[in-house]
């Protein structure tokens, strides 16, 4: 397979998965809980991402995916103050981007982050996107086995037995 093969293979797959892939949950039972808002918003912020991809950027979690990560894991545990500014944060940017502009109350809106808490918002999604498409290869790999077994059955089914004992 040649290389731009791979690559229209690989942007269809993230087009997909953008519409397929699980919601990355903190794992505690509070999945079933996100918003249908933040759901619906997760999905759009997947699709912009895959054009920013083919515009050479690196493609990550969107800030859709953390606002609700770190909304099931506060559900949780309590956040420390670096996590309770980074959820304020994202979540008062992933509201105003879906809500027409409107604004999260000035008592809880945080206007910018810290360079350390900027890289742990990197990395939690990064790490977002290593679970979303980990979860995206292994339903394709079961999908894989489940075809394969089929077809053996089939085949199995059509093949006349010539010995039995």
Same mark, same amino acid.
């Given at each position: =397979?040649?290389?731009?093969? #791979? @690559?229209?293979?690989?942007?269809?797959?993230?087009?997909?998965?953008?519409?397929?892939?699980? /919601?990355? $949950? +903190?794992?505690?039972?509070?999945?079933?809980? /996100?918003?249908?808002?933040?759901?619906?918003?997760?999905?759009?912020?997947?699709?912009? =991402?895959?054009?920013?991809?083919?515009?050479?950027?690196?493609?990550?979690?969107?800030?859709?995916?953390?606002?609700?990560?770190?909304?099931?894991?506060?559900?949780?545990?309590?956040?420390?103050?670096?996590?309770? @500014?980074? +959820?304020?944060?994202?979540?008062? @940017?992933?509201?105003?981007?879906?809500?027409?502009?409107? #604004?999260?109350?000035?008592? /809880?809106?945080?206007?910018?982050?810290?360079?350390? @808490?900027?890289?742990?918002?990197?990395?939690?999604?990064?790490?977002?996107? #290593?679970?979303?498409?980990? $979860?995206?290869?292994?339903?394709?790999? $079961?999908?894989?086995?489940?075809?394969?077994?089929?077809?053996?059955?089939?085949?199995?089914?059509?093949?006349?037995?010539?010995?039995?004992?």
């Amino acid at each position: =397979m040649n290389l731009a093969t #791979q @690559q229209v293979e690989r942007g269809i797959s993230n087009i997909v998965g953008a519409l397929t892939d699980p /919601i990355i $949950a +903190y794992p505690g039972g509070w999945g079933d809980t /996100i918003p249908e808002w933040l759901k619906s918003a997760i999905i759009t912020e997947r699709m912009v =991402m895959n054009l920013k991809a083919l515009k050479g950027e690196e493609i990550t979690g969107t800030d859709a995916e953390a606002c609700a990560y770190l909304y099931t894991a506060c559900l949780c545990f309590p956040l420390d103050h670096d996590w309770s @500014q980074i +959820y304020l944060y994202i979540a008062g @940017q992933v509201h105003s981007r879906h809500h027409n502009g409107a #604004q999260v109350p000035e008592d /809880i809106r945080v206007e910018s982050l810290s360079a350390e @808490q900027i890289s742990d918002l990197r990395r939690l999604k990064g790490s977002i996107y #290593q679970g979303r498409t980990r $979860a995206r290869q292994e339903r394709d790999r $079961a999908d894989r086995r489940e075809r394969r077994e089929e077809e053996a059955t089939k085949k199995k089914a059509e093949k006349p037995v010539l010995f039995e004992f």
